[in-house]
C-alpha cells in the first residue's frame, strides 16, 4: 500500500499537479460539504477550519480513505501552503470526483469559505 501510495504522489509531481494552488477569492461551503485537511495531525491540532476532516496525505491516511469518499459529494480541501492540497485534488480528479476546490493553506482557506481556524 506505501509503494501504491508512493507511486500516485510520483505520477501528481510528474503530471505538475504538485505546486502550490490559490483558492478563488471567496468560496461558498454548505452543509453538504466536505472539508478536508490534508496535514499531519500535529499540524491539524495547531488549528483547523472549523468542521474539518483530517486525512493526512503524507501518512497515506488519504490514500486509504479516497476509494471509500463520495464522488458525487462537494469537497474543499486545504493544507499548510497549497502543495499537498494540490497533490490531492489531483487524486481525487484523477479517481473521478468532479465537485473538488482547492483552497490551498489553511489561512487562504479560511479567508476563502470566512471559517474560523479553531484549535
Do not use: W
Not at 6 to 16: D, E, K, N, R, S
Not at 35 to 63: C, K, M, Q, W
Amino acid at each position: 500500500m506505501r509503494r501504491l501510495i508512493t507511486l500516485l504522489l510520483a505520477a501528481a509531481a510528474l503530471l505538475g499537479l504538485a505546486g502550490c494552488s490559490s483558492a478563488a477569492e471567496s468560496v461558498t461551503v454548505t452543509a453538504e460539504t466536505v472539508i478536508l485537511d490534508v496535514r499531519s495531525p500535529s499540524e491539524y491540532e495547531s488549528g483547523h477550519l472549523e468542521g474539518a476532516t483530517l486525512l493526512d496525505l503524507n501518512s497515506g491516511e488519504f490514500a486509504a480513505a479516497l476509494p471509500g469518499l463520495d464522488p458525487a459529494a462537494e469537497y474543499v480541501v486545504y493544507c499548510r501552503s497549497g502543495n499537498r492540497s494540490g497533490q490531492a485534488v489531483a487524486l481525487m480528479e484523477q479517481a473521478g470526483f468532479t465537485n473538488v476546490t482547492d483552497l490551498g493553506s489553511v489561512n487562504a482557506a479560511s479567508k476563502a469559505t470566512g471559517i474560523d481556524i479553531v484549535k
